[in-house]
């Protein structure tokens, strides 16, 4: 399940498309984290201080809350980063099996961010190379369709991973009471996104590979279904960022680092 697959071949002539809504998903995620460090700013700078009303006050408050006078822990950033963003032992040490929900979908949907972006990255060399003449001289793993083969097995793994947890997640919401007496929309429309997100790349690999997700379903159709898991993708998981429960995939690893880990 990779975003921007099949560019190179039947989505070649949609590729203008995909770089419009990419610029639109950037611009408007832009705008919605400039909407929410002004928002920030309207708070207090430190401890005692007066609210600030300039953007630069979140920042303020981070090398604040990074000084000797705020409550920080004695790690060191790489600790921090190690284990508590990226790990998560937090989550781990109050639930083992919310923590293994929120990592494999943390690491799946990352790791496919990370990777689809390589080979939007691969797709827009090529374009150029052929455009103005060096296509020929790139190394034989920039070639997309030779890069993508490169990436098919970790893309089937990191997409499973992704799966995995949001299966889990749909059980919690569904099934255990405290759970789903808590869920609001918010929550909701981030667990349907993020299943839509996932069940299109999979139909839409499927698809274009003639694997089982895409048993039965014409060929032509590719095209359309890869252009819609990009324009959702894309949507979803960076213009929406700013405005909904996904900023704390942000705000939660930049206060972290301020306080240096910690509860």
């Not at 950037?26 to 009303?53: C, D, E, H, Q, R």
Request: glycine share 8%; aromatic share 14%; charged share 15%.
């Amino acid at each position: 399940m990779d975003y921007f697959a099949g560019v190179t071949d039947a989505l070649r002539v949609t590729f203008v498309q995909m770089m419009l809504i990419s610029i639109l998903a950037m611009g408007i995620f832009v705008v919605g984290m400039y909407i929410n460090l002004k928002k920030w700013g309207m708070g207090s700078t430190g401890y005692g201080a007066s609210p600030s009303k300039s953007i630069m006050a979140f920042p303020k408050m981070l090398m604040y809350q990074m000084s000797e006078h705020a409550h920080v822990h004695n790690q060191s950033v790489l600790e921090t980063f190690v284990l508590d963003i990226l790990f998560q032992r937090r989550i781990l040490r109050r639930s083992p099996l919310r923590w293994f929900m929120h990592f494999t979908i943390f690491v799946g949907w990352m790791t496919l961010f990370a990777m689809s972006g390589a080979m939007f990255a691969v797709e827009m060399i090529h374009l150029i190379g052929e455009k103005v003449g060096y296509a020929h001289s790139l190394p034989w793993f920039m070639i997309p369709e030779t890069f993508r083969e490169l990436l098919s097995v970790p893309n089937d793994v990191f997409s499973y991973i992704l799966l995995i947890g949001i299966v889990i997640a749909i059980y919690r919401r569904l099934f255990v009471v405290k759970v789903r007496e808590a869920t609001i929309a918010y929550d909701s429309i981030l667990l349907i996104g993020l299943t839509i997100i996932t069940i299109s790349g999979f139909i839409s690999d499927g698809i274009r590979t003639g694997r089982i997700w895409g048993f039965g379903i014409d060929s032509e159709f590719a095209p359309p279904m890869a252009l819609f898991h990009v324009v959702i993708s894309l949507l979803f998981c960076i213009a929406y960022i700013p405005f909904s429960k996904y900023i704390h995939v942000i705000a939660i690893p930049l206060a972290l680092l301020a306080n240096k880990g910690g509860e």
